[in-house]
């Protein structure tokens, strides 16, 4: 049996794990602060997602100053995985996590797309919250190889960088990713609404979503409820 197998077969086992170890149901709130940093709450749980300092691409945003169980960074690179902004428990390197009833698994994939030699790794997450299993890809351009996909399986939820550059998928990668998945919900992250701060590389929501031409979609503000079982169809939640 080759490697890749058997880290596929191990990953699938982890994954029936964590399906079978699920959080109280009931659905999930999910709140944005300026579309890097996601804060979720549910299942008596909540987790924030990338906290970020207002420079780069975050230029000109309200750091999200909150508090939360569980803190969950792609990376420690300011503009999306910033220290000190958030209060909680910090999580940002790949590994297996349990922490107030929640189980987290982290896995390194490359932030760039040069396997990792010029921003390094970054974590991608997946964990299960008020029934519904997450997936949190919200800042990588590296690929997504099989033994990953594996491990995120089929996400209820999945949470995607879309804006393209140097370190983000762009609206090409980020569809096939989803038509990978084929989450029920896809909520994109990293992206410019209005004009790009200076020195930022990112571009809007508007290619991605012509890439996904033919799905749902729903612009739902700041905040969105979701239920603990969702439609089998695929929809792209737009927050702001």
Not at 136 to 160: E, F, M, N, S
Not at 220 to 229: E, I, K, N
């Amino acid at each position: 049996m080759s490697v890749l197998r058997s880290a596929a077969y191990a990953a699938l086992g982890l994954v029936l794990g964590l399906q079978g170890s699920a959080s109280a149901g009931g659905g999930v709130t999910i709140s944005s602060y300026g579309q890097r940093a996601l804060l979720i709450q549910g299942g008596g749980q909540s987790v924030l997602l990338n906290p970020y300092r207002a420079v780069g691409c975050a230029a000109g945003l309200p750091e999200p100053r909150v508090q939360a169980g569980v803190i969950l960074a792609s990376s420690e690179l300011a503009d999306e995985g910033a220290r000190g902004v958030a209060a909680g428990r910090f999580l940002v390197n790949p590994g297996s996590y349990r922490l107030n009833g929640l189980k987290l698994e982290g896995f390194s994939s490359p932030h760039d797309r040069l396997e990792g030699r010029r921003f390094g790794n970054a974590t991608i997450w997946r964990w299960q919250q008020g029934g519904l299993n997450f997936a949190h890809v919200g800042a990588t351009a590296g690929p997504i190889g099989p033994a990953d996909r594996v491990l995120l399986g089929q996400p209820d939820v999945l949470i995607v960088g879309v804006g393209g550059g140097a370190k983000i998928f762009d609206a090409s990668e980020a569809a096939e990713l989803v038509r990978q998945l084929n989450p029920r919900q896809v909520i994109p992250v990293q992206y410019v609404i209005g004009d790009a701060p200076a020195n930022c590389d990112q571009a809007t929501v508007k290619p991605f979503l012509e890439a996904m031409a033919g799905t749902n979609v729903r612009d739902v503000g700041r905040s969105v409820q979701l239920p603990g079982a969702l439609p089998d169809t695929t929809q792209i939640t737009l927050m702001r």
